[in-house]
């Protein structure tokens, strides 16, 4: 049978299959967002996807830290000189209450998939369905790994233990995909370069002996310190690292005291470094103790800062983005790839992109003309036609071999 054939009968199928596999998809996605776990508790998560994938005939492993899990789908007579393509779907969920009123809403106090990572899992659990399928009929070209990945919220983050575990051996390129409220459904956004940005978390604590409000000579403005930083350390550091770096520092946590007539004698801010580009992201590490030091040293307080390192820009390969490129015009039609700009949300498959390439895509979530809330909030929806289109796209750059594509 000519190639052109053998594609035509394989994206036919990929079509078949998605539709036929929808509903039972979006009871397994609304079955995790039913029961969501945090990073590296992932228990219940990792044993449906292991169910699933041997459900389809396919042997999934435990990764080593307990939970996740990786898949290889083989063709017959597999050549393991031509490598593996990689698929990579976050797991775990936030520490965020459900604000949603559906009957799959979180049954887990404070614990929520508020940012769509039971959409990924689905979507590749599915992908390893209908790929089983397309082995059994002789048109599956090439080799692929499924990965599903623990602790994507966590920092430094879970890619480096499923990296650790041996994910990314004999694999020559890998994607995923990521939910985008911004972006319609039936389309994916792209980009070529760095498409999220450096993330750390910063916690400075500060020590004092603590007394009356009425004598504030005699301690340490504890309070006073903190509120310095809150407001101080984002201007220094905008005045000492080049602003195209787009070097962001934001408090969201500060504790301190208990009571109105009493300093206190700790207190703690927490928050999050961002940054564009690697240059600005490790100068601003450098400097966030320096300057923290500087600030508060008025108050006469002992300060301590811990900077945790977190994630690198994800910065996607031109050829990847033009493998989903394609993939995407070929199986949703020339109006599904839309272009984005580089975020300052942070994202760990971006460790997996300097080790191989290939590409983030960004998958459209929002129903055409309404409004959908943005991640990380615990009203945060997708519209479930998401998923085959995330099966659909995946399947075909999974299938699609081309030794010089990256």
């Not at 450098?286 to 800062?305: C, H, K, N, Y």
Request: hydrophobic share 40%; net charge negative.
């Amino acid at each position: 049978m000519p190639a052109a054939d053998i594609d035509a009968a394989r994206r036919a199928e990929i079509s078949r299959l998605a539709d036929a596999l929808n509903e039972r998809l979006i009871a397994i996605r609304r079955d995790i967002h039913a029961h969501p776990e945090i990073g590296h508790h992932e228990h219940r998560t990792t044993a449906l996807i292991v169910d699933e994938l041997e459900r389809a005939g396919l042997v999934a492993k435990v990764l080593p830290v307990g939970t996740g899990a990786y898949c290889d789908v083989l063709p017959g007579g597999y050549d393991d000189s031509s490598g593996l393509l990689g698929l990579r779907a976050d797991i775990d969920a936030l520490p965020i209450p459900d604000g949603k009123n559906v009957d799959y809403a979180s049954r887990n106090p404070g614990v929520c998939h508020a940012c769509g990572h039971d959409v990924h899992t689905a979507i590749l659990i599915g992908v390893g369905i209908v790929l089983s399928r397309l082995r059994d009929l002789g048109l599956l070209p090439r080799g692929v790994r499924l990965i599903f990945q623990p602790a994507e919220e966590g920092s430094p983050g879970g890619a480096l233990d499923a990296i650790e575990g041996g994910v990314l051996h004999d694999l020559t390129e890998i994607y995923a995909l990521h939910c985008d409220p911004r972006t319609d459904v039936g389309q994916v956004a792209l980009k070529v370069g760095a498409i999220t940005s450096a993330v750390d978390q910063v916690n400075i604590t500060l020590n004092g002996t603590g007394g009356h409000t009425s004598r504030p000579q005699l301690t340490q403005d504890v309070i006073g310190a903190l509120g310095a930083l809150a407001t101080m350390t984002q201007l220094l550091l905008s005045r000492r690292i080049d602003p195209r770096s787009g070097v962001s520092l934001m408090w969201g946590s500060m504790h301190s005291g208990s009571v109105a007539n009493a300093i206190p004698r700790t207190g703690e801010i927490v928050g999050t470094l961002r940054a564009l580009d690697a240059a600005g992201w490790q100068l601003a590490k450098q400097l966030i103790p320096e300057l923290a030091a500087d600030i508060v040293r008025p108050f006469g307080v002992e300060v301590d800062v811990a900077v945790t390192d977190g994630v690198p820009p994800a910065v996607n390969h031109a050829r990847g983005v033009r493998r989903l490129t394609r993939a995407a015009e070929e199986m949703l039609g020339p109006d599904a790839v839309t272009t984005t700009e580089q975020s300052l949300g942070g994202e760990d498959f971006s460790w997996m992109l300097q080790q191989v390439p290939g590409a983030l895509a960004r998958l459209g979530v929002r129903t055409p003309g309404e409004i959908c809330p943005d991640i990380h909030q615990p009203t945060f929806v997708v519209d479930e036609a998401c998923i085959p289109v995330g099966l659909e796209l995946l399947t075909e750059v999974a299938t699609t071999f081309e030794r010089a594509a990256i």
